[in-house]
RNA sequence: UGGGGCGUGGCCAAGUGGUAAGGCAACGGACUUUGAAUCCGUCAAUCGCACGUUCGAAUCGUGCCGCCCCAGCCA
């Protein structure tokens, strides 16, 4: 790449860097990027942001991009969770290559490096209690002091820190503590623990080890390792730069550049994993992978799409302002992809008879049918049209009000490629409730356009009731009611912004015969109701659909308006 | 009240001394066999506030105000 390339790569604060940085040589050109996820949780949409930014800046420099999981933590960490990430990461389409990497594979090497600096008189075993640490830390306005350990001999730390490794010592006894300054404005400085004795098993160790390192000591030698060139993170790990800085610095060994950004926040979301955890045990939500989740797993499901989540990631930039992204900017980018890639095919969700009396009862027409209106090269498809078919409920009133242009008594509507049909007359049952609608056709209208050339305003979508599939539908909305689920008087929780008609299930729906054998996963719009795709649960003797989002509805608005 | 960050329209976000990009939302209108999509148009005399420097300031200086993060043997 040469500079000129390079010029265009900076779109953002964080490229400018990597464009500077490849220009000048500070990593001999090299670009190599990670994404270090702790696995104690599912990633989410504010991952796919960090992903992108990670991933995508490899992807544009022509570098290389790492997968590692940062499992310094036995305690915490469970393989499932490993899994599930690996496959989130692949789903969403970047490449890390054949290898997932794992900060615990590099335990030994880390440990020689701690002796270094032991060695180096620049880290100290304590015998302090975590109670007495925290209260030599100091606070914020007033400096901390010297551990009484701090002095010991570098003979003495090293044997200490030795037996700490061998398990002759039990948990919270004892710690290595980087020797640097108890008085400093930055408490991350404040001689930080790097190993805290854990006598636990490992995920991946089993029981090799009973210290464990701390993220300030593990990360940046990782990074080292791996000859990361560029180290991206949020904004929270600004402050433990200097630490970051300060270890590789002692150890004289490669070191790559920290950059810090945004975390992504969201409207009506909530996006840390303790609480979507508290969501998933408490029994809110089905599990990490309910569709109202904002997890990649929960989106996935919803039929959200990769694409769709990537342009979202790509759209809301990068920078260093903390900000609150509104919900609607992802559905949008949601509707935006589903709306070019997916096929259109009709269903109803609240079906009411219509009965086309002049219509011959035995009489099945296959029409053709487009796939997709705007993009003929996907084909068509025959749907059957007969003498009873299904129409949405909402799609007919007795009493319209203004601007209202489906069926209502009197009226001529477009029954979609098909006919033109009349309102005629209704049949209630015994309560007064409308079961059947009567109408008569013009057969010179098969298709759907009107031989005279006379305008019809409605066209509504139908099904064949002898042809009609039955199906479940579940119905899903925002998890939360609020703009900010956290923004609860005292004492409450943000359980209670939970959105309760978040999911509503309907059966007795009515598809289209085409999707008979459509698998789970299987995306489609719902023509004028929204795109939905086949839910895992689907078998042969039960079709199931998700609702991924409405289409827009500007009748909505308009009632709404009229009703004030 | 220590330290580190951040304040550009309802929401993101460009802009780095030469006179406020773009997207989302919203609102009009055109088109329409999806009230979708598409298309066209409207939407910041002003960049947290106040002084100052300059021919010229969102961009530089000073002061103030507001918001976020840090006192785990979590990451």
């Known amino acids: 790449m040469d500079d000129a390339e390079l010029d265009e790569l900076a779109t953002d604060f964080i490229r400018s860097a990597v464009v500077d940085d490849v220009k000048s040589g500070r990593f001999d050109r090299r670009v190599r990027t990670r994404f270090p996820p702790e696995p104690n949780g599912y990633l989410h949409i504010g991952h796919a942001k960090a992903l992108s930014i990670d991933?995508?800046?490899?992807?544009?420099?022509?570098?290389?991009?790492?997968?590692?999981?940062?499992?310094?933590?036995?305690?915490?960490?469970?393989?499932?969770?490993?899994?599930?990430?690996?496959?989130?990461?692949?789903?969403?389409?970047?490449?890390?290559?054949?290898t997932v990497l794992f900060g615990s594979d590099y335990f030994e090497q880390m440990y020689e490096w701690a002796e270094q600096l032991i060695e180096q008189g620049q880290a100290y075993v304590d015998d302090l209690s975590p109670e007495e640490i925290r209260e030599y830390r100091g606070t914020l306005t007033e400096s901390?002091?010297?551990?009484?350990?701090?002095?010991?001999?570098?003979?003495e730390n090293l044997d200490l820190f030795r037996r700490m490794r061998a398990g002759e010592f039990p948990e919270a006894s004892r710690v290595l503590r980087a020797k640097i300054d108890m008085a400093s404005p930055n408490l991350n400085l404040r001689d930080p623990v790097m190993y805290r004795i854990l006598h636990e098993p490992h995920h991946r160790q089993g029981d090799t080890w009973c210290i464990y390192p701390m993220y300030d000591w593990a990360h940046g030698l990782e990074d080292a390792i791996e000859r990361v060139t560029h180290s991206l993170c949020d904004l929270g790990y600004r402050d433990h730069r200097p630490l970051y800085?300060?270890?590789?610095?002692?150890?004289?060994?490669?070191?790559?550049?920290?950059?810090?950004?945004?975390?992504?926040?969201?409207?009506?979301?909530?996006?840390?994993?303790?609480?979507?955890?508290?969501l998933v045990e408490g029994g809110y939500v089905a599990g990490w992978d309910d569709p109202r989740m904002p997890t990649l797993a929960g989106m996935r499901r919803r039929?959200?799409?990769?694409?769709?989540?990537?342009?979202?990631?790509?759209?809301?930039?990068?920078?260093?302002?903390?900000?609150?992204?509104?919900?609607?900017?992802?559905?949008?980018?949601?509707?935006?992809?589903?709306?070019t890639r997916?096929?259109?095919?009709?269903?109803?969700?609240?079906?009411?008879?219509?009965?086309?009396?002049?219509?011959?009862?035995?009489?099945?027409?296959?029409?053709?049918?487009?796939?997709?209106?705007?993009?003929?090269?996907?084909?068509?498809?025959?749907?059957?049209?007969?003498?009873?078919?299904?129409?949405?409920?909402?799609?007919?009133?007795?009493?319209?009000?203004?601007?209202y242009y489906r069926l209502a008594p009197g009226r001529e509507v477009r029954l979609m490629n098909a006919y033109l049909v009349t309102y005629k007359d209704v049949v209630r049952d015994h309560n007064g409730a409308i079961v059947e609608i009567h109408c008569t056709h013009d057969p010179d209208s098969r298709g759907g356009?009107?031989?005279?050339?006379?305008?019809?305003?409605?066209?509504?979508?139908?099904?064949?009731?002898?042809?009609?599939?039955?199906?479940?539908?579940?119905?899903?909305?925002?998890?939360?009611?609020?703009?900010?689920?956290?923004?609860?008087?005292?004492?409450?929780?943000?359980?209670?912004?939970?959105?309760?008609?978040?999911?509503?299930?309907?059966?007795?729906?009515?598809?289209?015969s085409s999707l008979q054998d459509a698998e789970p996963g299987y995306r489609c719009q719902f023509m004028r109701i929204g795109y939905f795709c086949v839910d895992p649960d689907t078998d042969r003797a039960h079709l199931i659909f998700?609702?991924?989002?409405?289409?827009?509805?500007?009748?909505?608005?308009i009632q709404k308006k009229l009703s004030r």
Request: glycine share 6%; aromatic share 10%; net charge negative.
């Open 55 to 98: 991933a995508g800046i490899a992807y544009d420099f022509g570098g290389k991009f790492n997968l590692r999981f940062d499992d310094t933590n036995p305690v915490k960490e469970e393989e499932e969770y490993v899994e599930k990430i690996v496959d989130d990461v692949r789903w969403l389409g970047w490449d890390f290559g054949d």
């Open 342 to 403: 997916v096929p259109r095919v009709m269903s109803i969700l609240d079906p009411v008879k219509i009965v086309i009396d002049d219509y011959p009862e035995d009489k099945v027409e296959w029409m053709e049918v487009s796939n997709h209106p705007q993009r003929p090269e996907m084909g068509t498809r025959e749907v059957p049209f007969s003498r009873e078919i299904y129409i949405e409920r909402d799609d007919f009133m007795e009493d319209p009000p203004r601007k």
């Open 546 to 557: 998700n609702r991924t989002i409405e289409l827009r509805d500007t009748w909505a608005k």
């Open 449 to 512: 356009q009107a031989p005279d050339g006379r305008k019809v305003r409605g066209t509504l979508h139908w099904v064949s009731v002898p042809h009609a599939l039955d199906a479940e539908v579940r119905l899903y909305d925002r998890l939360f009611m609020q703009e900010d689920p956290e923004d609860v008087a005292e004492g409450h929780t943000f359980f209670e912004s939970l959105n309760p008609a978040s999911l509503e299930v309907r059966t007795g729906c009515k598809v289209e």
């Open 144 to 155: 901390g002091k010297n551990s009484p350990y701090r002095d010991r001999s570098a003979p």
């Open 245 to 278: 800085d300060w270890f590789l610095d002692q150890l004289g060994i490669y070191h790559p550049r920290q950059i810090e950004f945004a975390r992504l926040f969201m409207t009506y979301t909530v996006l840390s994993k303790r609480k979507l955890l508290q």
């Open 303 to 339: 039929g959200y799409t990769a694409e769709a989540i990537n342009g979202f990631c790509a759209g809301i930039g990068v920078s260093t302002a903390n900000s609150v992204v509104d919900v609607a900017f992802l559905e949008h980018s949601v509707r935006d992809d589903l709306n």
